[in-house]
């Protein structure tokens, strides 16, 4: 069910072309609150305008940040407060829209079937001026893909490469585990400000990178073929969904990701989820994510790359290695503290979970360390193809 309500924007906060932030008043609400708008999807928006909101995430409690989305804009102001009032004349302004999407080629839909479907041009499809390129694509050819279980591993991992060789071509592969829209993402706007990403290819459901893709094979193929990535990395975008159980969450398409890198004749590496700063057990240490994701959905082998850490600290990830099966991982140590210099030196975004890196090191070190050994390996002509 979708929680409606509308709301008057009063205020826009920030204004990205795929992105705005905006507050928003609600009856019966005393304070202005905050919400997203998509403007490719729901049209212009400007102050005073009438929208209708998706209030779901911030009724239920959820992780949006406090966020309402925005679902449409209305035409004008609503006789009487009702979301019903305003859902008939949702998108007035989308006539806008669909005079720029008219001429716009693709035929692949995106959020399928929903009210929400969208319209991409898929790297694969005959309208793309790539689909000759994909349809001969078959191999990765010992390309090195970096996969890892959550968003905020991004920063750190493509800063661990760039401190590395900062001349190699890093693309991100989003999934659909977390966030679809890739503008819900600031790592992914900060790293490509400062030119560090070749390029960014959304798969599945996620939408909005410079190049769309149906699924994760044909992405990671585009991200070589396309962009000329020498390196891919492949995250979720914000956001994971966890249900308190071992199966129960999108983590666990890490191990899909190495099967996928490993079939199509790539080198996997991976960033476990670590933590010494989490209170959950479960996520102390390893993460029962990668480790359930590595011992029972990967059918492949991948370098799993730990941060070199004090003696104690150390000996505690050593310890939890027990747990994984040691047919599916070659264990790599790296360093790290390079690739967080560098993140540090360009201000790039340094959180996860609500925490900083002075807050939890070990998490943001191993995704640096990833980095750092796959670019490292790649110079050397280490990596075993």
């Not at 700063?277 to 590595?294: P, Q, Y």
Request: net charge neutral; charged share 15%; aromatic share 6%.
């Amino acid at each position: 069910m979708i929680n409606r309500t509308l709301g008057q924007v009063v205020a826009i906060l920030v204004a990205y072309p795929d992105l705005l932030k905006l507050l928003v008043t609600i009856e019966g609400e005393p304070e202005p609150q905050k919400a997203y708008a998509f403007p490719k999807e729901c049209g212009p928006l400007q102050v005073g305008d009438w929208v209708l909101l998706n209030t779901t995430a911030v009724d239920l409690g959820l992780g949006s940040g406090g966020y309402h989305f925005v679902i449409g804009s209305c035409p004008l102001a609503p006789a009487q407060s009702t979301a019903e009032h305003c859902a008939a004349g949702i998108n007035v302004a989308g006539d806008i829209v669909k005079e720029q999407k008219k001429a716009a080629p693709g035929h692949i839909m995106k959020l399928r079937y929903t009210p929400y479907q969208l319209k991409v041009c898929a790297v694969e499809e005959e309208d793309s001026p790539a689909h000759q390129q994909l349809k001969k694509a078959d191999r990765l050819q010992g390309l090195p893909v970096i996969a890892g279980s959550l968003h905020s591993m991004l920063v750190p991992c493509v800063c661990g490469i760039k401190a590395v060789r900062e001349e190699l071509r890093v693309a991100y592969v989003m999934t659909d585990g977390g966030a679809l829209p890739l503008a819900m993402s600031e790592a992914v706007r900060s790293l490509r400000q400062m030119g560090l990403l070749c390029g960014t290819i959304t798969v599945g459901h996620a939408y909005g990178g410079d190049l769309e893709a149906v699924n994760l094979y044909s992405g990671l193929l585009a991200a070589q073929v396309v962009l000329q990535a020498d390196v891919v990395v492949v995250l979720m975008g914000p956001g994971v969904v966890g249900t308190n159980t071992k199966w129960g969450t999108t983590a666990l398409e890490l191990g899909q990701i190495i099967n996928a890198v490993h079939a199509l004749g790539g080198i996997p590496y991976t960033i476990p989820r670590l933590s010494l700063a989490d209170g959950r057990k479960r996520h102390h240490g390893i993460s029962h994510h990668t480790i359930t994701a590595l011992n029972e959905v990967s059918l492949a082998v991948t370098r799993l790359v730990l941060p070199t850490l004090d003696g104690p600290t150390k000996a505690y990830f050593q310890k939890q290695l027990q747990k994984l099966n040691p047919a599916k991982y070659r264990l790599v140590w790296g360093q790290g503290q390079a690739g967080i210099r560098l993140a540090q030196e360009l201000t790039l975004p340094l959180a996860s979970m609500g925490r900083s890196y002075a807050e939890d090191p070990a998490f943001f070190l191993a995704a640096s360390a990833a980095g750092e050994v796959t670019a490292r390996e790649l110079t050397s002509g280490e990596i075993p193809v």
